[in-house]
């Protein structure tokens, strides 16, 4: 069971190769931006010689470390963003594309069955996805941060106190591992059901995930005047019970930070507990349990030829 | 014998179309059934059936087990080949050989590999790039490197060469076949495969028409042909089907003696292509 759901996973390596391409192309995207942007402040030599002897001798390491994490919050939603699309595009497809070619005639004619096949696609939405790209993640934030930190030591600057003396990684990334982690959870409702289209419809499987989503609000407010499916549903991303205050504004404002260096911690933003207590979302697990349940049942019963 | 299929009343309705109808067969091992019978004749159905792909009315049993409700173990011991265009096509030959050695207990790496050393297929090939015989070559492999019980073959050979056709049965009854396996397979082309097929079931309108070994066949069936005055005598002896052949009239007797026959024209046994259409056609009727 365990051997075949690794068999399947690298399976899905091989065939969406978008899995590790898409975090490897924003991460080089975000170097080269930094490299450019580090060429072009390279220009006005008297300012940056004054902005580096400012940075080592006036500002505190509240606002190094703010600076920091506020590049790192950039770069990780960059990440997250191009996630959610990967993952919308790769459930669609994942079993739509083996009807298509009909090569669901040969999977099918091995020793797994159907609902392996298909957990296997929800783990490499949920888990394999979101994972690769916290890696993404990571393997961008040092490798802009070693190029920094040869740049500033070159300007004359101390890298050592200004870049990794100031720079909190470990709360970054672990604060990155686990809003990942949780957006796959929270939205797990979602994955499950473009795996359902993906198993069910005969064509478009974008349009047919997404029609309903819009069609369904627009007939309950035109017949019903209620909004009950699109608050529980379109509005389901914003309503992650997973940060106390999600409240940029004040976030990145001078005031916040000077009041302690544990207003910088993004880990200290989130609540896993509220997270794993909250029904809304283990109601959206089971709704994403039953799409499964009924994607295996499609696969299996559906006639192919 | 082991029966390796035992089907009783075994029938597949979709919606008020009969695929399959109550049809009730046995293959036993070290066989190799020939499954004949015009497109929509329910023969896909039925392969479809027996391999689990589709549930069915009626007691069908393959291997000892129940094909729908324990396909997984089911598909270890057995294999198929359902059309030439079914290996995904993004896929690497080595990707494909890693992954059927990890999910399936009863895959031999080094067979696949010998197999596909004889071939042109690369080891590092996409399936896109390889023509339509490579592609069946390569799946070929694969399936004779896998130790099943039960082989089914749907239209194994559609659409290429007759080269490539010739090699893709000769690999399988040399390299392939023995007294231990089984082979249940279906075609269009009947004439290049009679040869080598120890069994025959015709099917059409999901009903069976036609159970038999081939070695029956010549005691069973009889082609007469003849013409003038013999002819219309040997059609007073009731003939299954008639059809005219160079201007003479060729006459197929089911269960007739050969001694009733003698002396009124030609004899000889039916190939496999004209009892099949003369069964097709008596059903028709």
Redesign the interface.
């Known amino acids: 069971m365990i051997?075949?759901q690794?068999?399947?996973i690298?399976?899905e390596f091989?065939?969406h190769r978008s899995i590790y391409v898409t975090p490897l192309a924003i991460g080089s995207i975000v170097t080269l931006s930094v490299l450019a942007m580090l060429v072009f402040a390279s220009g006005f030599a008297k300012e940056l010689d004054m902005a580096i002897f400012g940075a080592s001798n006036l500002a505190g390491e509240g606002e190094r470390k703010a600076a920091l994490t506020a590049f790192f919050v950039g770069t990780s939603w960059l990440f997250l963003v191009a996630l959610a699309i990967l993952t919308v595009f790769y459930c669609l497809d994942s079993l739509y594309g083996?009807r298509k070619?009909?090569?669901?005639?040969?999977?099918?004619?091995?020793?797994?069955?159907d609902a392996e096949t298909v957990i296997s696609k929800l783990i490499t939405a949920i888990v394999i996805i979101p994972v690769a790209a916290v890696i993404g993640i990571i393997a961008t934030h040092i490798a802009n941060l070693i190029i920094t930190s040869i740049w500033v030591s070159v300007k004359g600057g101390d890298a050592g106190l200004l870049i990794w003396g100031s720079v909190p990684l470990f709360d970054n990334w672990m604060a990155a591992f686990i809003v990942v982690l949780a957006s796959g959870i929270w939205m797990s409702p979602f994955i499950a059901w473009f795996l359902f289209v993906s198993a069910w419809t005969k064509r478009a499987p974008l349009l047919m995930a997404f029609m309903p989503l819009i069609l369904i609000p627009l007939l309950e407010w035109i017949f019903l005047r209620t909004r009950f499916f699109a608050t529980a549903v379109l509005d389901r991303g914003d309503a992650i019970p997973l940060f106390r205050t999600l409240d940029f504004e004040s976030f990145f404002e001078e005031e916040h930070w000077r009041n302690g260096l544990d207003g910088i911690s993004l880990l200290g933003h989130l609540d896993v507990v509220q997270f794993l207590t909250s029904p809304s979302m283990w109601g959206g697990l089971l709704v994403c349990a039953l799409f499964v349940t009924a994607t295996i049942y499609v696969r299996r019963?559906r006639?192919e030829? | 014998m082991t029966s390796v299929v035992n089907a009783r009343s075994v029938s597949k309705h979709?919606g008020a179309v009969r695929a399959v109808d109550d049809v009730s067969f046995e293959i036993e091992q070290g066989k190799i059934l020939g499954l004949i019978g015009p497109n929509g004749a329910g023969k896909?159905?039925l392969l479809?059936a027996v391999?689990g792909?589709?549930?069915c009315d009626g007691e069908l049993s393959v291997l000892g087990l129940d094909p729908f409700k324990q396909?997984?173990?089911?598909?270890?011991n057995i294999?198929?080949?359902?059309?030439v265009?079914?290996?995904?096509?993004?896929?690497?030959v080595t990707?494909l050989l890693?992954?059927?050695e990890?999910?399936?207990?009863n895959f031999s790496r080094k067979r696949a590999e010998g197999f596909l050393s004889q071939t042109k297929v690369r080891s590092d090939a996409k399936v896109r790039e390889l023509s339509k015989g490579m592609v069946v070559q390569l799946?070929l492999s694969i399936i004779m490197a896998i130790d099943a019980k039960l082989l089914v073959l749907d239209e194994p050979t559609l659409g290429l060469d007759i080269i490539f056709r010739k090699e893709f049965y000769s690999n399988l009854l040399n390299d392939y076949f023995d007294e231990e396996r089984t082979i249940l397979i279906t075609t269009h082309q009947v004439e290049e495969i009679e040869n080598l097929l120890t069994d025959i079931m015709f099917i059409n309108d999901g009903k069976i028409l036609l159970d038999s070994p081939m070695d029956a066949i010549a005691g069973s069936y009889v082609e007469l042909m003849t013409s003038g005055e013999d002819a219309i005598r040997a059609r007073g002896l009731g003939p299954i089907a008639e059809h005219e052949m160079f201007g003479k009239s060729v006459l197929l007797f089911e269960g007739a003696s050969r001694d009733q026959l003698d002396g009124l024209g030609e004899l000889r046994t039916p190939s496999v292509a004209d009892l099949f259409v003369a069964k097709v056609k008596g059903a028709r009727k």
């Open positions: 051997g075949n690794l068999a399947l690298k399976r091989w065939e083996e070619d009909k090569s669901i005639l040969f999977w099918r004619s091995l020793p797994i069955t019963y006639d030829s | 979709f896909t159905t479809k391999l792909l589709t549930d396909r997984k173990e089911l598909l270890k294999c198929f080949i359902a059309d265009a079914v290996l995904p096509r993004w896929i690497k990707q890693d992954f059927v990890s999910v399936h207990p799946h």
